[in-house]
């Protein structure tokens, strides 16, 4: 499980303890019991445990409790803490449909196959207003195939993310895949929301002619690679597919050029420069790369100034436009950009990791070797993606030496793409 995100508050399990059990009537005005529900998930101890199964037994009925009752229940399933089953199970039924969405997911974290708390779950499906989705993909998580045909009534429903989960699951039960293009469609589907959740649809399923698809899709990098990455770790083993069959769409989406996708949003006219730029704060990643795409293709020999100027004034503090501004100063083969790009490179705050790749990627394409060793160093970090990144732009700028040092990395994919590109040098020095 990646926790980088989860210890963001000063405080230690028995404070946090406290502060979950604090009457809401002597709460001081900067204390949350919703935090410290939320930061007893680095506590995987009885006490913590025992005290997230007591918020979520607290049922006084105003929007703050149910809040922290809701969060409680996700901690204990993250956790994945068997002995609060009974507790969250009483859930199922309760009127609040954001708690009973909460239960069923930690049920399906926790595991179980009880076929009485199954079937509570299954019949779910025939209330009303309850979250779908959350209750299909548990169902099929763990396996109760008497669900089937309630779970077929959802194919065709006006919410993709249902629908999709729906044929997913009944692939995944009865081996019928003559429905999964639908869900590779999703992977275009005007909503950002369907086309993310659709890769984890694939995923779970494990659709492995979907990694082309998935790699076209205008979403971020981090939802494609870690589709692309779990679908080889799943397959690989047994065969069902080679390195060489991913190797090539997983250097597409590190270097993440709009041109590689499929793009879902279009623009009546050419927009001005400083409207493609707006779109780059975009939450829809589709409309960042139709923006990218028109800045690349409008506005090449004036775009670095406008791009450095609204760095300064926003980027640098907006994650999501961030990045998007790195890898254009890169494509752009903007010199005056190179130290931001650095300043990129060694950004370790958990929200801007992805800029980091874009970084590397973009010193690459800026070609001075001056950042050689700057991108050396990142192959000692412990991000793949990173890694990966710097190894192709090394390879960019005429160094490969990397490559036999990289053959000893602790990741597999890095190992294993060294390991090819050695072999690929020594057919290479054979044949001339």
């Not at 009880?114 to 993909?137: N, W």
């Not at 493609?276 to 800045?295: N, S």
């Not at 100063?329 to 490179?345: S, T």
Request: aromatic fraction near 8%.
């Amino acid at each position: 499980m990646d926790k980088r995100f989860f210890k963001l508050f000063n405080l230690t399990e028995e404070e946090a303890i406290a502060l979950l059990e604090t009457p809401l009537d002597q709460l001081r005005e900067d204390d949350s019991r919703y935090v410290a529900a939320s930061h007893l998930i680095n506590f995987p101890t009885e006490a913590s445990i025992n005290a997230l199964i007591r918020a979520v037994q607290n049922t006084e009925s105003s929007l703050e409790n149910r809040i922290v009752r809701r969060k409680s229940i996700e901690s204990l399933g993250r956790l994945e803490a068997t002995q609060a089953l009974p507790v969250i199970r009483g859930c199922l039924g309760d009127d609040d449909c954001y708690t009973v969405e909460n239960a069923v997911w930690a049920i399906g974290e926790i595991g179980t196959q009880d076929a009485d708390i199954l079937e509570e779950i299954a019949q779910l499906l025939d209330k009303p207003e309850q979250t779908y989705r959350v209750i299909i993909h548990t169902l099929a998580k763990l396996g109760y195939k008497l669900a089937l045909e309630r779970i077929r009534r959802f194919i065709e429903d006006d919410d993709k993310t249902i629908a999709s989960a729906a044929i997913a699951t009944i692939y995944r039960f009865t081996g019928d895949n003559s429905s999964m293009g639908q869900v590779t469609d999703f992977l275009q589907h005007p909503n950002v929301y369907a086309r993310r959740l659709c890769i984890q649809d694939l995923i779970d399923v494990r659709y492995y002619d979907a990694i082309p698809k998935i790699t076209e899709c205008p979403v971020s990098l981090v939802f494609r690679l870690r589709g692309i990455r779990m679908l080889a770790e799943a397959g690989m083993p047994d065969g069902a597919i080679a390195f060489t069959d991913v190797e090539p769409y997983l250097d597409k989406v590190i270097c993440d050029h709009p041109q590689e996708l499929t793009l879902v949003h279009e623009y009546d006219i050419t927009p001005s420069l400083e409207f493609a730029i707006r779109e780059l704060y975009e939450t829809d990643f589709g409309r960042c790369y139709l923006a990218t795409q028109t800045i690349l293709e409008q506005y090449g020999d004036i775009a670095g100034d406008a791009l450095m100027a609204t760095y300064r004034q926003e980027a640098y503090n907006d994650y999501g436009a961030h990045y998007h501004v790195v890898k254009l100063l890169g494509w752009l083969k903007y010199a005056p950009a190179y130290d931001v790009l650095i300043e990129a490179l060694y950004n370790r705050e958990p929200q801007f990791q992805k800029s980091r790749t874009a970084a590397a990627i973009a010193l690459g394409e800026l070609g001075e070797k001056r950042a050689i060793p700057e991108l050396k160093s990142c192959i000692e970090t412990k991000i793949w993606d990173l890694k990966y990144a710097a190894l192709l732009a090394l390879e960019k700028l005429g160094d490969d030496s990397i490559w036999e040092i990289a053959e000893n990395d602790q990741d597999w994919i890095i190992r294993t793409k060294s390991e090819k590109q050695r072999s690929k040098r020594a057919g290479e020095k054979i044949d001339t």
